[in-house]
């Protein structure tokens, strides 16, 4: 019997390894994703194909990334001129990619959960009212949501409108087009919805590193996850720009300009590839189950994804389910894009997808439930913003 010299059995057998180490589980396939997705239509629940789903909806694009056995199994993009490689704006995924910058700043001592924000507040403060007279404004509770802070959400501005400084988001006075950010509730008592908490967190984490804050999070988590094709600049350099997708409302119609702009960079401003943000989500997994200390303690990940105040948020997405079922959950929606992304960190699997339509929630919900199907993932709980 012939036999390979012994550099070739060492090469075969290492080939053989690496095959084996990136091979997804046999369920991992997208064509599983493509068929069979169920969507209401004319008030009655209907299996249909992605591409008639994208047709239904004017959704021109979709990209996804599909995360199982704790890596990337693979990533898809559909539609007119998309590629896995084609940026989308993440809108509201931008708060949890800010939350994890904001986490990393704790684990180096630059923040603490539970002060007051105002102790490091330099650029700007929080105005005091009868609301936060006896407990005060936190970074815990701004990135769960239970702050007590307002203003939900930004609209973006036209890429022909002058754009507002921070300061000025924060105040609300022009050129902003959203009100001011105040306390409408006692911080800790109960859950409210707001992007304005997050652009204060911008405030605080440019103030504590005296840096701009997408080179920050470029730094603090961006470089470090490899999210090559991700980035909070607004508006996009003309790099990225020449790779991402236009907007479009919900008949199909492309937004004036591609696309709005927002400088309101921790709330709604990054964007990234449905791949890039599986990246993240993939090292937040490893974090959570003890696998690495490098790029956030494991602790550090496991009160994310604790529900804060009792919120339906973590630190920085909603958070359902316990053990082997534990769900972290984020919605993204600007004019124009619209996405989701979930992660199940004790067993590996999850998912990410991103539109550039008005519509698009509607698809990414169909898609989620069928890969919950299809992969086997824990119990699927309500999807929530």
């Not at 091979?23 to 629940?45: F, M, N, Q, W, Y």
């Not at 995924?93 to 924000?117: Q, Y």
């Amino acid at each position: 019997m012939l036999r390979a010299p012994l550099p070739v059995m060492i090469l075969l057998l290492v080939a053989t390894m690496v095959l084996h180490a990136a091979s997804p589980s046999v369920a991992a396939e997208p064509e599983a994703i493509e068929r069979h997705l169920t969507l209401k239509i004319d008030g009655a629940e209907k299996r249909i194909s992605l591409e008639r789903a994208m047709a239904l909806l004017n959704i021109p694009s979709v990209s996804l990334a599909l995360i199982d056995d704790g890596g990337i199994a693979f990533a898809r993009a559909y539609g007119r001129r998309a590629t896995p490689g084609t940026l989308y704006q993440a809108a509201s995924l931008s708060k949890f990619v800010a939350a994890v910058g904001a986490m990393r700043l704790v684990d180096g001592g630059k923040l603490k959960l539970d002060e007051n924000v105002n102790d490091r507040l330099i650029s700007w403060r929080v105005p005091s009212n009868a609301f936060d007279a006896t407990h005060k404004v936190t970074s815990r509770g701004l990135l769960s949501m239970t702050g007590g802070i307002g203003v939900p959400g930004f609209l973006g501005y036209e890429v022909s409108k002058p754009l507002p400084t921070l300061t000025e988001v924060l105040d609300g006075t022009p050129p902003a087009n959203s009100d001011p950010v105040n306390v409408i509730a006692v911080p800790g008592s109960a859950y409210h919805y707001s992007g304005g908490g997050y652009e204060i967190t911008e405030a605080l984490m440019q103030d504590v590193t005296g840096g701009h804050f997408a080179k920050l999070m470029q730094r603090l988590v961006l470089g470090p996850a490899g999210m090559s094709n991700s980035s909070f600049e607004q508006p996009p350099a003309p790099t990225l720009a020449a790779k991402a997708a236009s907007g479009h409302f919900s008949d199909g119609a492309e937004l004036p300009g591609r696309w709005h702009i927002y400088p309101e960079h921790a709330a709604a401003g990054l964007w990234s590839t449905a791949t890039d943000l599986a990246k993240l989500l993939v090292q937040i997994g490893r974090a959570w189950r003890g696998e690495s200390h490098i790029f956030l303690a494991p602790d550090t990940v496991r009160e994310m994804l604790k529900r804060q105040n009792g919120g339906p948020y973590g630190l920085g997405a909603a958070v359902a389910g316990d053990g082997a079922a534990l769900a972290l959950m984020k919605r993204g929606q600007n004019v124009g894009y619209q996405g989701y992304l979930i992660l199940f960190p004790a067993a590996g699997q999850g998912m990410v997808v991103l539109t550039n339509s008005d519509n698009g929630s509607k698809l990414a919900d169909a898609m989620i439930a069928r890969a919950a199907k299809v992969y086997g993932w824990p119990s699927l709980p309500p999807l929530v913003d």
